[in-house]
């Protein structure tokens, strides 16, 4: 199975299926899904040694887990739920920007003396007191929630497994609280609820996964390399500018603190007329205003589709943990 192919998992519907098409399309990989929107596999034009899987969110994970895919995009908030042991299972090689979204505890807006955790633990005493039963809190990240309660010492507490509109418990009275994810708070704050000042769980975005487990042929690596290494290409073209500068021949100045102070390179050498530099894009004015200064006829600033570098440290992050 030394020539098995690559198999990358991408969302096939919801909030984050839109995206990731968009991601892998800017790094010039474009996903082909075979006979139309119902076909769940797919590949990527111009790599035959890749497989796409279209999966939901929750079942890239599961797929990741097993050694099903090698590569996938999901949420953080999913992997860290269905997988205790994230880190030994798969190494999370980059955020993508996209799904952010925090896995939260809320509680009704009406409870205006409970703020934090640790009064969970007087509304648990007193629910006992007063009804003689268990203060429940509904979710479907149990995992999570157990974890972060206990490190909260919250143990008086059962939870109510919940399947979607988890928002509606508490008014429903099927649970006091919730644990849930919230993006914009419009659901939160439709439900009259209020997350707790120390209730943010974690702060999750969708990122690119790779499997541990799965059989990572040196085709399969041969893949993955091609795919990063256009990844980084792109992240590296977006999030910076090149700059190029006509100088004036005779007039003398540091040039090395100019580069230090915006953190410039010169990815092209020096030569004595015209200097071509690669700055983050947050330092570009700055850097133009220093080359005005020492007498630059001229300078313009242009963004880049790719930068390709030798060095790739995502992908060899990647293969280190690989072996
Ligand atoms: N506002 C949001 N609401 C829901 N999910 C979001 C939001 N913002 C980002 N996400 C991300 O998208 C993931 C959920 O995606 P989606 O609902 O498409 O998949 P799923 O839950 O696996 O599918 P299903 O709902 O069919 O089980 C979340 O776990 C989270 O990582
Ligand atoms: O903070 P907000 O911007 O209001 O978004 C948060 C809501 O969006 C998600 O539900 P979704 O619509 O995906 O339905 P689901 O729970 O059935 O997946 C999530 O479960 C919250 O209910
Ligand atoms: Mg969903």
Request: glycine share 8%; charged share 25%; aromatic share 6%.
């Amino acid at each position: 199975m030394s020539d098995a192919p690559l198999i990358l998992a991408v969302p096939s519907k919801g909030r984050l299926q839109e995206n990731a098409s968009a991601f892998f399309g800017r790094a010039g990989l474009t996903l082909a899904q075979g006979r139309g929107a119902r076909d769940y596999r797919g590949t990527l034009a111009g790599l035959p040694g890749v497989e796409i899987l279209f999966l939901s969110a929750s079942e890239i994970v599961a797929q990741l887990a097993s050694g099903g895919a090698h590569l996938g995009v999901t949420g953080e908030d999913l992997v860290r739920e269905a997988l205790p042991d994230a880190d030994a299972l798969v190494e999370f090689l980059t955020p993508l920007g996209f799904g952010h979204a925090n896995v939260v505890v809320a509680v009704p807006q009406a409870w205006i003396d409970v703020r934090t955790m640790a009064d969970l633990d007087e509304v648990a005493e007193d629910l006992r007191a007063r009804h003689g039963r268990k203060m429940r809190v509904a979710t479907k990240y149990v995992n999570l929630t157990r974890r972060f309660f206990a490190d909260a010492g919250v143990t008086d507490y059962r939870i109510v497994e919940s399947l979607g509109a988890t928002e509606g418990a508490p008014g429903s009275g099927t649970a006091e609280l919730i644990v849930d994810i919230t993006t914009t708070g419009a659901t939160l704050a439709a439900n009259a609820l209020k997350v707790l000042d120390d209730g943010v769980m974690l702060r999750s975005e969708a990122n690119l996964v790779a499997s541990v487990r799965a059989d990572w042929s040196p085709a399969a690596r041969d893949a993955a390399r091609t795919i990063l290494t256009r990844i980084s290409a792109e992240e590296a073209a977006r999030t910076t500018r090149e700059v190029r500068a006509c100088l004036e021949p005779a007039r003398p100045f540091d040039l090395d603190a100019i580069l230090e102070r915006h953190g410039a390179t010169l990815p092209y050498g020096v030569s004595e007329r015209e200097l071509t530099l690669r700055v983050a894009k947050a330092n570009v004015f700055g850097l133009v205003d220093d080359l005005m200064a020492v007498g630059a006829l001229d300078v313009s600033v242009r963004a880049l589709d790719y930068v390709f570098r030798p060095a790739n440290p995502v992908l060899d992050r990647l293969l280190g943990r690989l072996g």
